[in-house]
């Protein structure tokens, strides 16, 4: 809902920030380096954690239940 648009916004800032940093020491080259290297690493910790998350999630949620 539009609660949840400030919280986006600022998050998609945030996590673009460190990309002008970049720009702004190291030079537009840099920054396509490091946006490349980001995405790789951000893909496979949230795949790990995806898969962390989807096994142990049915061994925390039986107890409860």
Not at 9 to 18: M, N, T, V
Not at 24 to 35: C, E, H, P, Q
């Amino acid at each position: 809902g539009l609660p949840a648009v400030p919280l986006a916004l600022g998050g998609w800032a945030i996590s673009l920030s460190d990309r002008v940093l970049v720009a702004a020491f190291l030079g537009v080259r840099a920054v396509g380096l490091y946006s490349a290297a980001y995405s790789v690493a951000d893909r496979a910790v949230s795949g790990l954690a995806s898969g962390l998350f989807m096994s142990a999630g049915p061994a925390i949620v039986k107890p409860i239940l």
